[in-house]
Every structure is written in structure tokens, then in C-alpha cells.
């Protein structure tokens, strides 16, 4: 008799041929399909899964959770891996796992799959989470077991298992795609050197070839989260798909990164990220305006703890749920508007307000509307600098 088995299945060649090898292997095989805001999963890639020997396949809109209980929280906590990288592929994984999780559940599995490589951060995003959210559940990494040491022989497999395989074997990239961003990487990108061809992009215009008249977004956050654009209430998927697609005209997002992965090497990574880009950008400029220096400066220290975290797939843990706690509480006053000039390549804030506002300007003019106590400052600076007096001689 099979043993069930729930596979984190993506359609293309890795998780295709998976399917059937862990058939031959005596797996019956669930295919999980999640759509992350990819372009959500085709009937062509059902249809492979069965043809490759799915016994079953669970497809899942989980694009609004997506937003609400992952891109939300990070974007909050401005969490930007190595000061780059905005996480749209690092973020995806722990719901996918979850998810997963709760198919296996479902269907009564005794272990779970993904088609990650022996190289790569998902391999760890996904097993650390699947073994905090169930221990009980094996793990099956056929990529780190099977006989296959490259593409073409992949391919030679599925077509003589007759599955129905839409690629090339020479496919210049690969590309992890969802709401929140694109990751590219392999192929020509490999040399660091190299700058990358035009065809590396997926969506967003280079700076040269951007819109020739500069665009104005205003976008209004209700304590911390982004809730309209241009003064139009819209839910986070719609809001996101919107910016993608003004920031991509205007060459909004492109970035080139030299990066650490979770194993120890260095590889090279192509980014797009419209929309991250643009609210990264408000988010943390109304935070400026509203968070008093202490808690802005100490917020911005663990942003890259944060982010680290989340690239390193620790997601469910406590330390992330402390810092949920702390970020949570920062967000109360993040009320507000930002306004942002988009224009080849370019993103910039021109405008901001709150009603939460520290900003004071008869403390801050320079006119004759100055209430400022200038006299205040010689005794201030007196003070301020009583450790140090003679220390430099």
C-alpha cells in the first residue's frame, strides 16, 4: 500500500519530474499548488501533475494572507536583507510551508516535498518550518537524492515518461515570481562581472526606457498599513498590483545583488520589486515624522535582525514574535499620507503629513515666526558635552 505524500509543486521541471520519481519510489503523491500572486497556478500545470502521476492536486489562493499576515509585517518592520534584498521570494516560503502543513493534515500524509536543491535558502525555509509547525512529518528533498546531475537529463526523463514538459534545455534563468517581487538568478548572471542583459527583467523598464514624465503617487497608511493610493481605498493585493505596475513603467525597482545565502556561499541575484520599493520608501519616511528619536533609532537597529530572520528561515520563532510584538506597538501612530515623485529609476518622497506629527514648525522656522528659546542651547551643550571636557588632551 502507498504512503501519502504532499509535494510543494510549482509545475515546472524540477517538481514535475518529482512526481514521478517519488511515484516510482512508492509515494502516493499530493500536489500542493499555492498561488502567491504569480500569475496563479494554469490548468496546463494541473494537467501535468496528473499526467506526471499526481493522485491528487490542491490548488490555493492565499494571496490576501500573503499580504495581510507576511508582506504587511515586514514591510512594517522595514526589513531589507544585506540592505538590498526587500525578501519577496524569503517571504512566500514560510506560508507555503504552512499551507503544506495543513494539506498533509488533510489528506492524512505521513511526509511532505519540495523540489529545492542542496544549494539554495528554500530547502531550509521550508524544512525549518514544516519541523516547528509538525516534527512528526518526514521530509523528502528529491533534488538532494535523485540520479539526475543536470537539466537535460531531467528533461530526457520526463519525455520518456511522457510529461508533458513546456521548456527548453536552454532556458537562460530561473525565476521565482510572486506579489511582492521577482527573483532571477543562473545563466549568464553567474559572472559577477557581467552586467545583466536586457532579457534578465521581467517587468520592470530600464531607467533609459522609463516613462519621460514623472508620475506622483500619494499613499495613506492606517497605523503602519498601507490602505489607499491616490486617495482611493484599495485591499492590499489590489493596492500592491497597482504600484507594480505605475513603479515598472518608471523603472522603479531594479536592483543587483552580490548576496549571503543561509549555506555559507555568495551568489548573484537579479531583483524586481515596483511596489516594495515605493512603500519602503513611504513607510519609512512617515515613521520619521511620526516615532520620536529613541524609538526610531532603536526600530531601525533591529531591522535587520528582522530581516535576517525572515531570509534565514526563522519565521515561526520566538525571536520573530517578539519583534512582531515590538513592531506592532511602534505602528500605532504610523497614520498618514506620503507623497512620491516616480521618474526613470528614481523614487522620491516629496511630501508627508500625520496627525500624529512631531514636527513643530515655530520650533523649527527660521522665520520671524521663531518660538524657539535659541539661549536654551549654550546650557544644553554644556551639559551634553560634561563627559568628555579634557578628555582629548
Known sequence: MSRTLVLAYSGGLDTSVAVKWLTERGWRVVAFMANVGQGGPSSAAIQRAKAAGAAKVVVR??????????????????????????????????LIAKHLVEVAHQVKAKAVAHGCTGKGNDQVRFEVTVRILDPKLSIVAPVREWEFRSREQEIAYAKRHRIPIDVTKYRPYSIDQNLWGT?????VL???????????????????RAARRAATVTVGFMRGVPMHLNGRRLDGVALIERLNAIGAAHGIG?????????????????????????????????????????????????????????????????LKSALDA????????VTGAVRLKLFQGTCQVIGRKSPHSLYRKRLATYSAKDRFDQRAAEGFIKLYGLPYEGSGQ
Open 61 to 94: 489562493d492565499v494571496r490576501r494572507e500573503f499580504v495581510l499576515d507576511y508582506i504587511w509585517p515586514a514591510l512594517q518592520a522595514h526589513a531589507v536583507y544585506e540592505g538590498k534584498y526587500l525578501l519577496a521570494t524569503a517571504l512566500s516560503r514560510p
Open 183 to 187: 527573483s532571477i538568478e543562473a545563466g
Open 190 to 208: 553567474e559572472n559577477p562581472w557581467t552586467a545583466p542583459p536586457a532579457d534578465t527583467f521581467r517587468s520592470i523598464r530600464s531607467p533609459e
Open 254 to 318: 531594479r536592483s543587483d545583488v552580490m548576496e549571503s545565502r543561509v549555506v555559507g556561499i555568495k551568489s548573484r541575484e537579479i531583483y524586481e520589486a515596483s511596489a516594495g520599493t515605493i512603500l519602503l520608501e513611504a513607510h519609512q519616511d512617515l515613521e520619521r515624522l511620526v516615532l520620536d528619536r529613541e524609538l526610531l533609532h532603536a526600530k531601525q537597529g533591529m531591522a535587520a535582525t528582522y530581516a535576517r530572520l525572515v531570509y534565514n528561515g526563522l519565521w515561526c520563532t520566538p
Open 326 to 333: 515590538f513592531v506592532g506597538e511602534t505602528q500605532r501612530r
